[in-house]
């Protein structure tokens, strides 16, 4: 497997407004602020309640700007410091602020809850600003009073691969997952990703699966083409070549104009000129490649296209009569071509019954054609047939995932 299969960058988890509950929905005590400091939080905590983060900020300001602020006073305006500065997605801000109410004496005064709200959401914002040691130091916390959650496992693995423990990175990545596992939830990406980086160096189909498992829940076009890369970076023939090139275009994983001139090229290969001209067609749309950029290739296939449009309903009625399955194949990939997946189909099962030589191919364009149709269940049951070489087991594999994806109706994250 290439070395940069899984992805090295994270994208930190952002805070919601139910975590925030540290300042904005605990009562304060009111008694023990000087009393221009107790106005100014006072209303700093009614206008974030009422999810006016601009008020909130102002007044928690004008709180710090008062003179004669005692150390309780400070504690305090950290404490609604920390939430409103999170909220705004200020995290540095936030995190200095989370350190500095929790590292005086006056934190161990709240509640068991409180504190553990507090160590919950300062591991997260610290996370997010990438103070990779308060990362772990309040994981570490939570931990002792029994608060993590899978979120925070994976804060912790990745501040804990960011420091380059990779032994606990994937402890916690996978008390992670674990967790969102026992709960019936989505596991968090970041932590597949994780379990991917490490175990991908000596073990690729543990990172591959890793993957796999992100694609089922998020659909992410980028995984995809990670995924679509690995599978073809062995050697391929063209027809097997071409289904991983049409499941890269069902996922919109087509990164480059590269990827739609050897979509292309691929099906100028097989003689299925309309496809080849939808690709080119298709890349220029998408403003990833210029006609001039396909040169000559794109007139051909607009020319071939357009004879074969014109034979292409005798040549059906031709399939239909013959006894040979091949030419019910044949016809059924043209038809692929067209975006006539019943007739792709219809194709399929006629070259099937009547005996191929590749039974692969036939069983992936049947299967192709059903998930087109949304006949997921059956399609995964037709790709589990095909057999042959690696890259067609992969590329099998893999349409069958995507399957599972239109199943359970994930949408693709961009």
């Known amino acids: 497997?290439?070395?940069?299969?899984?992805?090295?960058?994270?994208?930190?988890?952002?805070?919601?407004?139910?975590?925030?509950?540290?300042?904005?929905?605990?009562?304060?005590?009111?008694?023990?602020?000087?009393?221009?400091?107790?106005?100014?939080?006072?209303?700093?905590?009614?206008?974030?309640?009422?999810?006016?983060?601009?008020?909130?900020?102002?007044?928690?300001?004008?709180?710090?700007?008062?003179?004669?602020?005692?150390?309780?006073?400070?504690?305090?305006?950290?404490?609604?410091?920390?939430?409103?500065?999170?909220?705004?997605?200020?995290?540095?801000?936030?995190?200095?602020?989370?350190?500095?109410?929790?590292?005086?004496?006056?934190?161990?005064?709240?509640?068991?809850?409180?504190?553990?709200?507090?160590?919950?959401?300062?591991?997260?914002?610290?996370?997010?600003?990438?103070?990779?040691?308060?990362?772990?130091?309040?994981?570490?916390?939570?931990?002792?009073?029994?608060?993590?959650?899978?979120?925070?496992?994976?804060?912790?693995?990745?501040?804990?691969?960011?420091?380059?423990d990779n032994a606990n990175a994937e402890k916690y990545a996978q008390m992670a997952l674990d967790a969102a596992k026992a709960e019936g939830k989505s596991p968090q990406p970041n932590a597949q990703i994780i379990l991917g980086n490490i175990q991908g160096k000596t073990n690729p189909d543990a990172a591959r699966k890793s993957v796999e498992a992100i694609v089922l829940n998020t659909n992410d076009p980028s995984d995809w083409s990670r995924l679509i890369d690995d599978a073809l970076s062995q050697k391929a023939n063209s027809i097997d070549a071409l289904y991983l090139y049409r499941l890269r275009n069902q996922v919109s994983a087509m990164q480059k104009g590269d990827d739609y001139v050897i979509w292309g090229e691929l099906a100028t290969q097989q003689k299925l000129d309309k496809e080849a001209l939808a690709a080119y067609d298709k890349g220029i749309s998408s403003g990833k490649l210029t006609s001039g950029q396909v040169g000559k290739a794109y007139a051909t296939a607009r020319n071939n296209a357009a004879q074969d449009a014109g034979v292409l309903s005798a040549a059906a009625s031709a399939a239909s009569k013959s006894k040979r399955g091949e030419d019910a194949l044949r016809v059924g990939e043209d038809y692929w071509g067209y975006g006539r997946y019943a007739d792709a189909e219809t194709m399929a099962r006629a070259a099937l019954a009547k005996g191929v030589k590749d039974t692969g191919e036939a069983n992936m364009l049947l299967g192709a054609s059903l998930v087109a149709q949304g006949k997921t269940a059956e399609a995964q049951t037709t790709f589990a047939k095909v057999s042959g070489n690696a890259v067609r087991s992969r590329a099998a594999h893999l349409w069958s995932l995507y399957a599972q994806v239109k199943a359970k109706g994930t949408s693709a994250s961009q």
Not at 14 to 19: D, I, K, P
Not at 121 to 127: E, I, Y
């Open 1 to 164: 497997m290439k070395k940069n299969f899984v992805r090295a960058l994270f994208v930190a988890a952002l805070m919601s407004t139910a975590a925030m509950t540290t300042a904005s929905t605990s009562a304060f005590a009111a008694d023990h602020l000087s009393k221009d400091v107790a106005t100014d939080l006072k209303a700093a905590q009614d206008a974030l309640q009422a999810k006016d983060t601009a008020t909130a900020m102002a007044q928690v300001k004008a709180a710090q700007a008062l003179t004669d602020r005692t150390p309780y006073d400070d504690f305090t305006i950290n404490r609604f410091l920390s939430a409103v500065s999170a909220t705004t997605q200020d995290y540095t801000t936030s995190a200095n602020a989370f350190d500095a109410f929790i590292g005086t004496p006056f934190f161990a005064g709240l509640t068991p809850e409180e504190q553990k709200a507090a160590y919950h959401d300062a591991t997260v914002v610290s996370q997010n600003a990438q103070h990779w040691p308060k990362v772990i130091e309040y994981g570490q916390k939570l931990e002792a009073i029994k608060g993590l959650d899978d979120l925070t496992m994976t804060m912790m693995a990745i501040a804990y691969y960011q420091q380059k």
